[in-house]
Structures are given as C-alpha cells and as structure tokens.
T-cell receptor
C-alpha cells in the first residue's frame, strides 16, 4: 500500500545550521506531496506542497523538491531559527482515487540558540 | 475566517467510560477527518466524512465511531475506553474530498485513567 517514511528524530541543530529532513514515499499512481508542521501545543498546518514531479514547494525559507526518480520529497532550510523547533510531517495523497492523506510518523526538530 | 474548532480541549476519563469529541470545520469545508496522535504511533487516520457520509476509514476497532451533521460539524465517539486510547485527537477539514490541503484544529487531549 501507499506509505511515507521519514527520518527518525529528534534532530537537534544549532541556530543558523542547514537543515535536511528526509522523506521517501511509496505510491501507486501520481501522488501530491506535502510537508506539515506542528508547533508545540498546536495542530498541524500546511508548510508547503508539490503536485507533480520536479515541482518545488517553498514557504518560510523551507523548500522541498518532488523527485519522482528517487521517490523523495526532502525538506531543507538554509539557516534554521529557534522558532523552527517543531514536529515536521511528510504526507502524500493521490487525487481522484481514494483521496486519503497518508502521513509519515513525524520528525521532531530542536534548534538550540 | 474562523479556523477548525475542537471541543473539549482537555478531558480525563476512566476505563470503561465513553467520550464524545466535537469538531466544527472551517465555514464552507464539507470534509472532516479525524486522526489519533500518540508519541509511539505518530499520526493515525481514524475516518473521514464528506457530506454526512463516511468516505474513508482507518484501521481502528468498532469502539471508535463518528458522524457528520448537515452543517458539516462532526463528532467522534469512543466507547469502553481503554488506557491505550489516551492520545491527542485531531480534527481536520478541507474544502472537498478531492483537495489535498487539510486544516487542523488544536486537538482534544484525552487522558484515560
């Protein structure tokens, strides 16, 4: 079945470090891919998305490129801030099939000042 | 525009009791999904309702049930509570069943003693 695999956390970085959170997927069909972020005490919110191969989603300094050849959608940021500390979820959905949204287990990110 | 509203935010129950959680989606959103979030299992899909019909269902026992009303508001019910049901229950809405972006509420944190 369809699935999303993310790197295990927690990930701890110093402020201004470069961030990569790996995400790979398995899907039959052509998924749309998403990154959601959950700040402490809050629900999830959409961070960025890409709907077809080679699309790049970007928001708040974060970027992810839809790589069909490697079935990946890695999240990157060039210089993280303490305020980026949160849990990040990679997700996919296949439109016009069952439209179910499948989430990875989440990666907790700690940024040290 | 008001966001997704979940009530209650926190509740404590004892084993064997039942609980009902409520979710009011964003105005105009017809699809409501429910997720269970725990530290060990991450984010697990419970079910999705669209126009009062259950459209998708996750792999949870029959003790977990839900419904959606004509105004798109949704409730989920858990009967015969077990200790393992302690979790954050998140509700999410989207405009329609074929749009990928979910808007999440802040969740209802259930503790079962």
């Amino acid at each position: 079945g369809d699935s999303v695999t993310q790197m295990e956390g927690p990930v701890t970085l110093s402020e201004e470090a470069f961030l990569t959170i790996n995400c790979t997927y398995t899907a039959t069909g052509y998924p749309s891919l998403f990154w959601y972020v959950q700040y402490p005490g809050e629900g999830l919110q959409l961070l960025l998305k890409a709907t077809k191969a080679d699309d790049k989603g970007s928001n708040k300094g974060f970027e992810a490129t839809y790589r069909k050849e490697t079935t990946s959608f890695h999240l990157e940021k060039g210089s993280v801030q303490v305020s980026d500390s949160a849990v990040y979820f990679c997700a996919l959905t296949i439109m016009n099939r069952d439209d179910k949204i499948i989430f990875g287990k989440g990666t907790r990110l700690h940024i040290l000042p | 525009k008001a966001g997704v509203t979940q009530t209650p935010r926190y509740l404590i129950k004892t084993r064997g009791q039942q609980v009902t959680l409520s979710c009011s989606p964003i105005s105009g959103h017809r699809s409501v999904s429910w997720y269970q979030q725990t530290p060990g299992q991450g984010l697990q899909f419970l079910f999705e309702y669209f126009s009062e019909t259950q459209r998708n269902k996750g792999n949870f026992p029959g003790r977990f049930s839900g419904r959606q009303f004509s105004n798109s508001r949704s409730e989920m019910n858990v009967s015969t509570l077990e200790l393992g049901d302690s979790a954050l229950y998140l509700c999410a809405s989207r405009v329609g069943e074929d749009t990928g972006e979910l808007f999440f509420g802040e969740g209802s944190r259930l503790t079962v003693l």
